[in-house]
């Protein structure tokens, strides 16, 4: 069985090259030895991506805001020009 067929590292989100390294010095390894680091380096991959997932959430978070608080910006400012505009009218 080749490395690619036993570990999740070849899918379209690329793992860091360290952990395809790794994946294929444990497929270089006696068969005994494979079956218990496969199962440790299985949660390592998953850890890897669900950090990523994270990550792109955050970042996803961190520009909503930001464009919020354009927004927010943008309204402050037209109700304070509305603000101006109303006490000259009633001076």
């Given amino acids: 069985m080749s490395v690619k067929g036993r570990f999740p590292d070849r899918g379209d989100d690329q793992l860091p090259r360290e952990l395809v390294e790794l994946a294929e010095q444990i497929a270089k390894l006696p068969k005994p ?28 978070a961190l520009s909503q805001l930001r464009l919020d608080i354009k927004y927010l910006m943008f309204d402050l400012e037209m ?3 509305e603000r101006d505009e109303l006490r000259e009218r009633l001076q």
């Fill in 33 to 60: 030895l494979q079956k218990d680091l496969e199962v440790a380096y299985a949660r390592v991959v998953e850890s890897v991506r669900r950090r990523r997932r994270i990550l792109a959430l955050v970042q996803e």
């Fill in 79 to 81: 109700t304070r020009r």
